[in-house]
């Protein structure tokens, strides 16, 4: 980071993150904790590019080269566009829901949406994070994962409920260091 930029694709993030009415800041974070800037970056479990798209999410969201910074990044955009669609009915508040989309893109929503569904049985706020968050962590404990609201399974959550934080914490040192 120098300067006034975070990396090389600002201009490609700034473009990303007015699609999604996000601070830029907070996008650049996400492509950070995913791939470090890396466009030839792969996960251990085939995720690829900029913003770490499996090859179904690639698939779906029309990208053919998760190695181009361009598709990588619009087609990561695009899947979060449809987590913010999935999740706005559920959580209006939009810096609480954009914690159930970071989940989400780490660990799937069905697995975020167990942890939703479990939050309302136990009466916690289904609204905010924190609290959703509990149940998402529990989600590794066959007590919750059998639960039969339970959709997806066993997870493990605590890492989908850390990444948050990770990306929410890098996002507050963009904040401090690099204008809006």
């Known amino acids: ?3 006034n930029r975070i990396s090389v694709f600002d201009d490609l993030i700034k473009e990303g993150a ?3 009415g996000w601070d830029w800041r907070l996008l650049a974070s996400l492509v950070y904790r995913e791939s ?3 466009t030839a970056a792969t996960s251990y479990a085939g ?3 900029l913003l770490q798209l499996m090859p179904v999410t690639l698939e779906r969201f029309g990208v ?3 190695n181009d910074p361009i598709e990588s990044l ?3 955009v695009r899947y979060l566009r449809y987590l913010d669609k999935f999740w706005l009915e559920r959580v209006p508040e939009v810096n609480e829901r954009i914690k159930f989309i970071l989940a989400s893109y780490n660990i799937g929503h069905g697995h975020v949406e167990d942890a939703w569904r479990l939050a309302l049985k136990y009466g916690a706020n289904t609204q905010t994070w924190e609290e959703v968050a509990e149940y998402l962590a529990l989600k590794s404990d066959p007590e919750y ?3 039969p609201l339970v959709r997806s399974g066993f997870a493990k959550g ?3 409920v850390n990444y948050v934080r990770d990306i929410l914490s890098v996002f507050e040192s963009y904040k401090a260091l690099v204008e809006p």
């Open 36 to 38: 470090r800037f890396d």
């Open 74 to 76: 619009r087609g990561g």
């Open 145 to 147: 994962y059998l639960d």
């Open 1 to 3: 980071m120098a300067g």
């Open 64 to 66: 053919e080269n998760p």
């Open 47 to 49: 995720a690829q590019g």
């Open 18 to 20: 007015r699609e999604l």
């Open 158 to 160: 605590h890492l989908a």
